[in-house]
């Protein structure tokens, strides 16, 4: 993997334990993610679709994140890129080398995500 390529910083969050939650004035749980580790990243969009959901229209792509290997990395994790997150979807271990791990993630155009 080049360094050339990995031209985009990325967090990757989890999220918190029951132990991690914060709480709010009124003493209701705050369920704010936490940071597993920032990366250099290359992001790239492979596809997009439109959909219905109940009475909401909104859209779907998908894009790749690229990163150098790290361990630990699961599809209940979300890729946090400047104010948007995708969720990862799909992890894969390139050629099971430990040297690339290859994220397919899901941006939800038009839908709260939670």
């Known amino acids: 993997m080049q360094a050339g390529k990995l031209d985009r910083r990325i967090t990757i969050v989890r ?4 132990e991690e939650r914060g709480r709010d004035s009124f003493g209701a749980e705050i369920e704010d993610w936490v940071v597993v580790c920032q990366a250099w990243a290359n992001v ?9 959901q109940g009475h909401q229209q909104g859209q779907e792509v998908m894009n790749t994140v690229r990163i150098r290997y790290r361990k630990g990395i699961t599809p209940s994790m979300r890729v ?17 080398g430990h040297r690339e791990l290859v994220m397919t993630c899901r941006e939800l155009l038009g839908k709260e995500l939670t």
């Not at 999220?15 to 029951?18: I, L």
């Not at 946090?80 to 099971?96: N, S």
């Open 80 to 96: 946090r890129l400047d104010v948007k997150d995708y969720d990862i979807v799909y992890v894969q271990d390139v050629d099971t």
């Open 15 to 18: 999220r918190p334990t029951p």
């Open 44 to 52: 790239r969009p492979v596809s997009g679709r439109e959909f219905l």
